[in-house]
C-alpha cells in the first residue's frame, strides 16, 4: 500500500512588532485626586482611655482623638472631629481594622488647632 504524502503546512506569518510610542501613556477617563485618612480605634490603657487615630497619608501626620461616645463609631468621631476642622469628606471605605476616608481638601493639617 503506498504512502499518501501530505503537503507540508506553511508557517504562521508573523504579526509585526507593536511599538509604544515615546511619551505617550493611555488615557485614563477623568479620575479625580483625593486625600486619604486612615481611621482606627485604639482601646483604653491603664493611663487613658479610648481614643480615635486619624492618619493622613498624604502628609504623613497623625492625630490622636478621645472617643467621643455620643457617636455610633470610629468613622463618626473622625468625622465629627475633621469637620470642625473644616474638612469636608468625600467618601470613605472599609479595610479590615479601620476605615478609609477621602476629601479634596489638601490645605488644612489634621494638626491645626480649632
Not at 37 to 45: D, L, Q, T, V, Y
Not at 60 to 67: G, V
Not at 82 to 88: A, E, M, V
Request: hydrophobic content about 35%; overall charge positive; proline content about 7%.
Amino acid at each position: 500500500m503506498p504512502i499518501k504524502k501530505t503537503p507540508a503546512r506553511k508557517a504562521p506569518a508573523k504579526k509585526p512588532a507593536r511599538r509604544a510610542m515615546a511619551g505617550t501613556a493611555p488615557a485614563l477617563p477623568n479620575v479625580s485626586n483625593y486625600r486619604i485618612f486612615e481611621i482606627k480605634f485604639i482601646g483604653p490603657s491603664y493611663s487613658a482611655g479610648s481614643r480615635v487615630k486619624i492618619n493622613d497619608l498624604r502628609f504623613q501626620e497623625s492625630k490622636m482623638i478621645p472617643y467621643m461616645h455620643e457617636y455610633n463609631n470610629t468613622f463618626e468621631v473622625a468625622q465629627a472631629y475633621l469637620r470642625s476642622l473644616g474638612i469636608k469628606l468625600d467618601g470613605k471605605g472599609e479595610g479590615k481594622d479601620s476605615y478609609i476616608a477621602f476629601t479634596k481638601n489638601f490645605e488644612t493639617s489634621i494638626k491645626a488647632k480649632k
